[in-house]
T-cell receptor
Framework: SQKIEQNSEALNIQEGKTATLTCNYT??????LQWYRQDPGRGPVFLLL?????KEKRKERLKVTFDTTLKQSLFHITASQPADSATYLC?????????????FGRGTSLIVHP | DVKVTQSSRYLVKRTGEKVFLECVQD?????MFWYRQDPGLGLRLIYF???????EKGDIPEGYSVSREKKERFSLILESASTNQTSMYLC?????????????????FGDGTRLSIL
């Protein structure tokens, strides 16, 4: 079965640095990949979507890459701020034959220190 | 903005009770989902629906049922609550104009119901 791996250990960085979070998957590549942010006690909030034929997607200080050879997506936050502290989830969507119902990773906690 | 509203933020019930969790969305979305989220296990899909009166099992449907009588409302039912159903329950909705099982649209989540079964 498909497995999604996100670092279970929290990522601690200093304000102003670039945070990089990793989402690795096994077996076949998803057609789409999404990233969500989740704050404590709240539901996840959608951030970005990237398709398998796209290498990179940007939105303000956020950047997502998708490497189907490495079976990996990287999520970058540049000029990080303490307000960026949250858990970040990746979600994979597979084509028919699988399903477009998303499979979520367990998330990585990001802590940005002032 | 899409708003997904879950009826309770916190709920305490006893084992054997029948429990109803309600979810309402206000953006005319076709898809609705119920997840549970547990530490170390992440989000796990219980049931989803891509149209009124339609439902599909997710990864962990045992012990649960759902109801979608109206497009905006999706209810999760714990038929006979057990302690291992203590969890955070999250409802979500997304667009799916084609009404298929295949939709990559972003999911919009409610803020969850923290359910404790004693």
């Amino acid at each position: 079965s498909q497995k999604i791996e996100q670092n279970s250990e929290a990522l601690n960085i200093q304000e102003g640095k670039t945070a990089t979070l990793t989402c690795n998957y096994t077996n076949y590549s998803p057609a789409y990949l999404q990233w969500y942010r989740q704050d404590p006690g709240r539901g996840p909030v959608f951030l970005l979507l990237i398709r398998e034929n796209e290498k990179e997607k940007r939105k303000e200080r956020l950047k997502v890459t998708f490497d189907t050879t490495l079976k990996q997506s990287l999520f970058h936050i540049t000029a990080s701020q303490p307000a960026d502290s949250a858990t970040y989830l990746c979600a994979l969507f597979y084509p028919p034959g699988g399903s477009y119902i998303p499979t979520f990773g367990r998330g990585t906690s990001l802590i940005v220190h002032p | 903005d899409v708003k997904v509203t879950q009826s309770s933020r916190y709920l305490v019930k006893r084992t054997g009770e029948k429990v109803f969790l309600e979810c309402v969305q206000d953006m005319d979305h076709e898809n609705m989902f119920w997840y549970r989220q547990d530490p170390g296990l992440g989000l796990r899909l219980i049931y989803f629906s891509y149209d009124v009166k339609m439902k599909e099992k997710g990864d962990i449907p045992e012990g649960y049922s759902v109801s979608r009588e109206k497009k905006e409302r999706f209810s999760l039912i714990l038929e006979s609550a057990s302690t291992n159903q203590t969890s955070m329950y999250l409802c979500a909705s997304s667009l799916n104009r084609d009404r298929t099982l295949y939709s990559n649209q972003p999911q919009h989540f409610g803020d969850g119901t923290r359910l404790s079964i004693l």
